[in-house]
């Protein structure tokens, strides 16, 4: 392939161990895919560098599965609803990978996805594989980790790789910026500030969906959708060629369900059809080479021994006041670079 034109900043070759995981992961080895994930999430340095090999390796047997994420606030039913939606696929004789990008994880080792998360009984089929977030790191650490898992999971054969997230802080978008779809789930309660969902984060999704629609719940489940579909009337389309659907569905009763999967089914057509899809997911590695090279020269900043050694003096006079926070930026980055430099 490419790899002689591309300078190593991994090492050059997959070891013996490296090599028995992508094949075992390529024969769609649960066991290889749970270890491949581990060093993937790994923060060992070697560690790094197989996994990134071994990613690289296994990148033209991804991208077959469609990518999807939901998200939507704590308790709406983003769990229930992926666990009897991805059960209803497997019935349909489909592969369902879950990942879930917990931003508490990393703040407070607590978890705001809540245990639902395990969702015991879709981890019981064979063709169901659940992962939960990475703990630790930084939202773009745990992103990063959480894009390697599905394009892990991809090569392992999964057809469908839901990815839960929580609405809180960035990790919508950071959840919206890899997959191929953004579902958001919304609650039958809804009212005159559409239950405090924020425009920027409507404007995200290709599809909203509310939940609960059963019993004493379902009229105001239908209201909600009224309200949503108003709402959305207003904002411009995502993509010209996909137009965001409002549903509303009853995991707890199985509803709605195959209705879902039909629509997902419409936009993947669409997208795909008028190229779409590809432009999207080229768009979104291309970010993440980004992001990745953002967190990497802030990683190298913060070891340097110039920068580790001025710091925290620099730190102290601009909370002194004593200088300004420019000024004490260019220092750093002169420290770093062996050179003067002035940010933009
Ligand atoms: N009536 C009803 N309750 C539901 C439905 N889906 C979820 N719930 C309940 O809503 C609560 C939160 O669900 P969960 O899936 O953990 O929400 P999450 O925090 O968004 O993942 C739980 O008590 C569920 O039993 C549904 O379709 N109908
Ligand atoms: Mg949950």
Redesign the pocket.
């Known amino acids: 392939m490419m790899t002689g034109s591309i300078p190593a900043g991994a090492p050059e070759s997959m070891s013996p161990q490296t090599e028995a995981l992508a094949a075992g992961i390529l024969a769609g080895q649960r066991r290889a895919l749970a270890r491949a994930i581990t060093l993937v999430e790994s923060t060992r340095r070697d560690h790094r560098g197989q996994a990134s090999r071994l990613i690289e390796h296994l990148l033209p047997a991804t991208g077959k599965a469609i990518r999807i994420g939901f998200s939507?606030?704590?308790?709406?039913?983003?769990?229930?609803?992926?666990?009897?939606f991805g059960m209803h696929l497997i019935r349909h004789g489909l592969k369902v990978a879950v990942l879930a990008v917990d931003p508490s994880s990393s703040l407070s080792g607590g978890s705001?996805?809540?245990?639902?998360?395990r969702m015991e009984t879709l981890a019981r089929e064979a063709n169901a594989y659940i992962r939960p977030s990475p703990s630790g790191g930084t939202l773009g650490g745990v992103a990063r980790r959480t894009r390697e898992a599905m394009l892990l999971t991809e090569a392992a054969g999964f057809d469908v790789v839901f990815i839960?997230t929580?609405g809180v802080g960035q990790s919508e978008t950071a959840v919206a910026d890899m997959v191929d779809l953004f579902v958001l789930?919304a609650s039958p309660a809804g009212g005159d500030d559409l239950q405090g969902i924020k425009r920027g984060i409507m404007e995200l999704a290709d599809l909203l969906i509310v939940?609960?629609?059963?019993?004493d719940?379902a009229a105001a489940a239908g209201r909600a959708a009224g309200e949503l579909r108003m709402a959305l009337h207003l904002m411009r389309p995502k993509v010209p060629c996909w137009r965001a659907e409002v549903l509303t569905?009853?995991?707890?009763?199985a509803?709605g369900l195959d209705t879902v999967w039909e629509a997902i089914g419409r936009f993947r057509t669409a997208m795909e059809t008028t190229g779409e899809l590809a432009k999207l997911r080229a768009e979104q590695a291309r970010a993440a080479l980004w992001r990745e090279i953002e967190e990497g020269l802030i990683a190298a900043l913060k070891e340097h021994p110039a920068v580790a050694d001025q710091a925290p003096a620099l730190e102290r006079a601009v909370l002194a006041g004593e200088t300004t926070p420019t000024l004490a930026a260019e220092r750093l980055l002169t420290a770093f670079l062996g050179r003067t430099v002035r940010p933009e």
Do not use: N, Q
């Open positions: 939507g606030p704590p308790g709406v039913g983003k769990s229930t609803f992926i666990e009897a705001i996805l809540g245990d639902k998360t839960e929580v789930l939940t609960k629609a059963d019993g719940l569905v009853s995991a707890v009763a509803r």
